[in-house]
């Protein structure tokens, strides 16, 4: 994707003269659904957002207006409204801050493909869904078959009146076949999801209808299964919802515009306080956190984030220590602590905050076997379900759609609607063992902030062992 | 610097740019194509407080077009934002159209396509008076001067249009605000929500001063309830939570057919509510058009549950013609866009004393299902929770986890609801701000669920 040339110069210039600082962020996000079900196109639909956020710096305090008005007028309009905003609101900001939260940066970015998404044709992607869609065929009671594919380009391009230039082009990919079977009143899901940075070479047909067929034999499976049992045991937890526990009980809780309050009508504070972090014996010694966003292929990987900082890779739990919040620069001059790059926003009409990027678990030693054969009485759990946790981020219940029993070591049969609940810190000190071998997964519909924003996470994790868990099946 | 543009120029403005875009689109069609247009506008202003502070300010204005072709069987939808200047967005637009009919040259038979229909015009706009931007921040942390209070003000125009090829012409436009808050003492909050067409500082005040009086009851000792089954009030924001997972597939034909409906028993008559229970769609609560993105009118008022029983899934056309059902003017995700549950025979007034001993909880938090088939639902208790006995608040407790049956919660177990109910406006405010809302009344449930 090609950045467009808008006059930021000459933008910026004027600003200049009513403001301390000023920047523009350009950006332009193509966004492609497309969707096959039961065989049959269920959706072809897609979205071009495209505009620019225009920031001023009024009286130490930072404001915001948005205009998809690309012309030079259209933008000196925005940063009239901008500045006349900020100025009434400047006397009640929270904090005084300065340019130094926005430092110069320039550089570019492009996502790690071997294939441009442009370079797909619909009918490549169609014929893959369609591929999925028809493996899963297996039989009448797979009630529904799905396979969707979200393809997202985006280009943002930041320009301040310090210097600041940056441009980053990103290729992003979800992809998701769910096959549902029913019988009766019941009815089992059993999904496989494919998301990141990745370029056309992800449509490769072969793996979509291996994954299809999988899924589809499973659903069945769990049709036919009893309930997962009730009551404290061993949990194995893979990859695929690792992901999702990292992302609740980790990531959020660390966010620092959280523990500063900022979120706190919304989506809630956090259990961590300012005073924890070095301290705070978060999870058991086998617990290695980082925020990467180098890393390829990773959803939210990039070099700079929307208030210029360049992104590094850091520890924020070591050995089970807190060691670091996710902050950005903002944050970390309120707060007096340490953070990271992640000062981010969902799209040109939205100011940035502290959002999670890639929140990963480092790897350790053990094979997944290793893991099952330290288990007497257990249940093994695949891919999130279900979600739901506390505005402290402590309480948390999370279902998954598939489960397997694991007695004297050894994993055995299928069970429906595993759940486990627990509470946060509590249960990462629970943490007895953790693999070697590491999947990628993320989401790209992650919910913060006043107004709302929609963004995309990475989370890497091996498969872990939890000790001693409360575990429960379904009522059905 | 230029002169503000007043709001009243931003309908105007918005309505001519769509109106001069969509004619000159609908005249660039071939003989063979249908197209429907839809056009979502914003002008908004958002705040976002922190320790009754101003964290971060936003100004936002948006418009953005949808153009669906239907053409030779196959249906393919684009939409984009615009920048408001017919020269540069004409031509956008017609690129638009262009990549949908490349798509419809190479895309596989649509047999569930819906063909366009003239479903009539309509136009409908609310003004109102709203604060100056420049004076939102002083109006709002005046009265609240020693509160700690965060939450957002968004104000401004919402607008919803839509037209197609057929003649079909809809439009909508209001002009509103809200202030979506809660205050603290330390870790305690209590919530409000002020919300409204006409910004009066007396009303604010008024608001606020209600919410101060639940936060002060908060300081009260706290109670450690133990997880268990409860009887549990439900005041109206709660039950709207409650509520609110209706509209997460189980009220949707195409869930049920497609079997992801929690609601599948009730679909199938295998099981009811309690009587106790009606809930329409009402769209004469005036929080949203009734047109939906196919530009088709749902009837005003449309009962779907009754007494406990399943009166009508929301059914929109695709699903209709694809399982062979009545579609009723839902919108494509089939969840209820104006929810309006009857009242009851519970007195405000008697609340705690038909609560006796149990939990008196102000708002739930994060639901989601548990157990999609047994309609199971989790959650988080929020903000002014308190425990009851003898009729008396006694103090606030700690946030519990629940897991309950809907089922059960709003069947054997619902006790009563309240006389009077409250319009619980949409606040979302993702993508741009939503409009909506319910109107509920409070609930007394009978052993309610606590499991940690």
């Known amino acids: 994707m090609l950045s467009i040339s808008i006059p930021h110069e000459q933008a910026l210039q004027r600003a200049l003269q009513f403001t301390d600082w000023a920047a523009i962020r350009y950006s332009s996000e193509t966004t492609t659904h497309r969707m096959v079900r039961n065989d049959r196109p269920e959706s072809n639909e897609s979205s071009l957002e495209e505009g620019a956020m225009c920031e001023v710096l009024v009286g130490g305090h930072f404001g915001y207006a948005a205009t998809a008005d690309l012309s030079l007028s259209g933008l000196q309009r925005a940063f009239d409204r901008a500045i006349a905003t900020t100025r009434a609101t400047s006397a009640h900001k929270v904090h005084a801050f300065t340019p130094d939260q926005r430092p110069r940066a320039t550089g570019t970015y492009c996502s790690a493909r071997d294939r441009d998404l442009d370079a797909l044709s619909v009918a490549e992607i169609t014929d893959c869904l369609m591929a999925a869609s028809q493996a899963m065929r297996l039989s009448d009671l797979l009630v529904n078959r799905s396979a969707r594919a979200m393809l997202v380009q985006t280009q943002i391009d930041y320009f301040s009146s310090n210097g600041s230039e940056t441009r980053q082009s990103f290729n992003m990919l979800d992809i998701t076949l769910a096959a549902t079977a029913a019988e009766g009143l019941e009815s089992q899901t059993r999904s496989w999801s494919y998301t990141g940075q990745f370029g056309g070479e992800a449509f490769d047909r072969a793996i979509f209808q291996e994954n299809a067929e999988r899924i589809a034999r499973e659903a069945l499976d769990l049709l036919r299964a009893d309930n997962c049992p009730s009551g404290r045991m061993d949990l194995v937890l893979m990859p695929d919802q690792m992901m999702l526990q990292i992302h609740e009980s980790i990531g959020h809780p660390l966010e620092l515009d959280r523990i500063l309050g900022d979120e706190r009508n919304y989506a809630g504070w956090s259990f961590v306080k300012q005073e924890d972090f070095g301290h705070l014996q978060y999870g058991s010694p086998l617990m290695n956190v980082s925020f990467d966003p180098g890393r390829a292929h990773e959803l939210a990987s990039y070099d700079f984030d929307d208030g210029g900082n360049r992104a590094t890779r850091e520890m924020l739990i070591e050995y089970g220590v807190l060691k670091r919040g996710l902050g950005s620069l903002e944050s970390q001059v309120r707060s007096g602590l340490p953070g990271v790059a992640n000062f981010r926003s969902a799209s040109w009409n939205r100011a940035p905050i502290d959002r999670m990027a890639n929140i990963n678990l480092e790897p350790g030693t053990s094979s997944l076997d290793e893991l099952i054969g330290q288990v007497e009485h257990g249940v093994l759990m695949r891919t999130n379900r279900s979600w739901s946790i506390d505005d402290y981020r402590n309480k948390f219940q999370f279902g998954c759609e598939y489960g397997q029993l694991i007695e004297n070591g050894v994993l055995g049969k299928v069970v429906r609607n595993p759940n486990y609940r627990g509470v946060t810190v509590d249960f990462w000190n629970r943490l007895d063992g953790v693999g070697r071998a590491a999947e990628t997964h993320g989401t790209a519909f992650c919910g913060k902030g006043e107004p709302s924003q929609i963004i995309r996470v990475g989370h890497a994790s091996p498969p872990c062992l939890f000790r001693d868990v409360e575990v429960f099946g379904g009522l059905s | ?452």
């Open chain 2, 1 to 452: 610097m230029s002169a503000a543009i007043r709001r009243e120029d931003f309908i105007d403005r918005v309505r001519e740019h769509f109106n001069t875009l969509s004619s000159y689109l609908l005249s660039q069609l071939n003989v063979d194509e249908e197209l429907t247009i839809n056009v979502a506008a914003e002008e908004s202003l958002f705040v976002r407080f922190n320790s009754n502070r101003v964290r971060q300010n936003t100004d936002v204005e948006q418009i953005g077009i949808s153009v669906r072709l239907q053409s030779k069987g196959r249906t393919v939808e684009k939409s984009r934002s615009l920048g408001g200047n017919a020269e540069a967005d004409r031509p956008a637009l017609m690129h638009l159209l262009a990549q949908c009919r490349d798509e419809v040259a190479v895309l596989p038979l649509d047999p569930n396509q819906v063909s366009i229909e003239n479903n009539g015009t309509s136009s409908e706009e609310f003004r109102g008076t709203l604060l100056a931007a420049e004076d939102v921040v002083g109006a709002v942390v005046s009265p609240a001067a020693g509160c700690d209070l965060a939450g957002l003000y968004a104000g401004g125009i919402v607008i919803r249009g839509n037209c197609n090829s057929k003649g079909q012409r809809h439009w909508f436009a209001t002009e509103t605000f809200f202030l979506d808050y809660s205050i603290y003492n330390g870790p305690q909050a209590a919530k409000g929500c002020y919300a409204g067409a006409r910004w009066s500082s007396a009303e604010w005040k008024s608001n606020l001063g209600r919410t101060q009086t639940l936060l002060a009851l908060l300081a009260k000792p706290q109670q450690d309830v133990k997880p268990g089954a409860y009887r549990t009030y439900l005041a109206p924001r709660a039950f709207a939570d409650l509520l609110g997972m209706l509209g997460w597939g189980a009220l949707s034909a195409a869930a049920w057919k497609q079997g992801r409906s929690p609601f599948k028993k009730l679909a199938e008559n295998e099981t009811r509510l309690s009587p106790l229970l009606s809930i329409d769609e009402n769209f004469a609560l005036g929080l949203t058009p009734r047109f939906n993105d196919l530009g088709e009118m749902s009837a005003t008022r449309l009962p779907l549950i009754e007494e406990g029983a399943l009166k009508t899934l929301l059914v929109s056309s695709r699903t209709a013609k694809e399982y062979d059902l009545g579609a009723n003017g839902a919108s494509e995700g089939e969840g209820p866009r104006a929810m309006d549950v009857k009242t009851g025979a519970l007195a405000e007034a008697d609340v705690l004393q038909a609560l006796g001993t149990g939990l008196y909880l102000s708002n739930l938090h994060y639901l989601n299902w548990s157990d999609p088939v047994s309609a199971r639902v989790t959650g988080m208790t929020r903000y002014a929770c308190f425990w009851v006995e003898g009729g008396e608040i006694v103090g606030p407790i700690r946030d519990l986890r629940w897991d309950e049956s809907l089922y059960s919660a709003l069947g054997s177990k619902l006790m009563a609801l309240t006389t009077h109910a409250e319009i619980d406006p949409a606040v979302d405010t993702y993508y741009r701000r939503a409009l909506g809302g319910s109107r509920t009344p409070g609930a007394l449930i009978d052993d309610f669920s606590f499991t940690l």
